[in-house]
Nanobody, 122 residues
Framework: QVQVVESGGGLVQAGGSLRLSCAAS????????MAWYRQAPGKQRDLVAT???????RYADSVKGRFTISRDSAKNTVYLQMNSLSPEDTAVYYC????????????????WGQGTQVTVSS
């Protein structure tokens, strides 16, 4: 089994910064994808940023130039540095990972974290 735990959310004023962390643990052989999604009240869950094995990164247009995704492969941890935050960034942020488990490395499985609230005040 794999556990995914996010941390680092909170309340920040517009223009401020926050750094989210997400650690995957358990019987992990490798991680193919680590990503951040967010869901604002009454809206669908949207992709924010992804980082794949080989460190290929992609961002939603709304966060390009402000958010940076990175990973520490040795710790199975992904980070999201969020700068120049605006109230429109207020949402629950979810970590998403695609993992190949030790007992079945030929298959990949998806896992979600429980979410962390980010609130940006104007």
């Amino acid at each position: 089994q794999v556990q995914v735990v996010e941390s680092g959310g909170g309340l920040v004023q517009a223009g401020g910064s926050l750094r989210l962390s997400c650690a995957a643990s358990g019987n992990i052989f490798s991680i193919d994808v680590m990503a951040w999604y967010r869901q604002a009240p009454g809206k669908q869950r949207d992709l924010v940023a992804t980082i794949r094995s080989g460190d290929t990164m992609r961002y939603a247009d709304s966060v390009k130039g402000r958010f940076t995704i990175s990973r520490d492969s040795a710790k199975n941890t992904v980070y999201l540095q969020m700068n120049s935050l605006s109230p429109e960034d207020t949402a629950v942020y979810y970590c998403y990972v695609v993992v190949r488990p030790l007992e079945d490395s030929s298959h990949a499985f998806q896992y979600w974290g429980q979410g962390t609230q980010v609130t940006v005040s104007s």
